[in-house]
């Protein structure tokens, strides 16, 4: 066999090994970008108010089966209460899931990647942009308090890509959140 034809052919079969190798490799830097965005989302603790609670045996707390869903569809809110002028300034819900305040009434979103009624249509680029810019999908109605988006935009492009790669790797659950509540004149 001559040298070109031996390493043509070793070429090729170094060519051929490696490519077999590289979705090990992409699959392994895809789950290590999920556990780090598993790692943000528990440190942010977005699930305190994208995880409705319920009352348990000690109490309130997180209903683990709607992880991430948002405000219950099915939770129809009363007009919030009122508050005079003073140190109140906002009032939440039981679920943790509904906030009130100058701004009228915001429901937290379904961030889970359910098709019809969470993030399951958006791109990357639709999430980096609404937390860059505190706006849906970049572009739509403002994010609302108590959304911290202003120290979330801070994050690097790498560590949003992380959170969404986690948040579509969550479960879907159907959760349609009703819109905001603009404030009362």
Not at 13 to 19: D, E, P
Not at 143 to 155: D, E, G, H
């Amino acid at each position: 066999m001559s040298k070109a034809i031996y390493g043509g052919t070793l070429f090729a079969a170094l060519v051929l090994a490696a490519s077999l190798l590289l979705p090990e490799a992409s699959s392994a830097q895809r789950n290590s970008r999920v556990e780090r965005g598993r790692y943000l989302v528990e440190a942010m603790g977005c699930a305190d108010c994208h995880t409705p609670f319920r009352l348990g045996p000690n109490g309130p707390e997180p209903d683990v089966e709607r992880g991430l869903s948002g405000h219950p569809a099915e939770l129809v809110m009363p007009p919030a209460p009122r508050l005079e002028p003073g140190p109140w300034l906002v009032v939440s819900s039981g679920t943790n899931t509904a906030w009130s305040g100058p701004w009228g009434v915001s429901f937290t979103s379904n961030l889970t990647p359910d098709e019809e009624t969470g993030i399951g249509k958006w791109t990357l680029e639709n999430f980096s942009a609404a937390m860059r810019t505190g706006r849906h999908l970049g572009a739509g109605r403002a994010i609302l308090p108590p959304m911290p988006w202003q120290a979330v935009s801070k994050l690097t492009d790498d560590d949003l890509a992380a959170i969404f790669e986690y948040l579509k790797s969550r479960p879907p659950v159907p959760n349609r959140v009703p819109e905001p509540i603009a404030p009362r004149g």
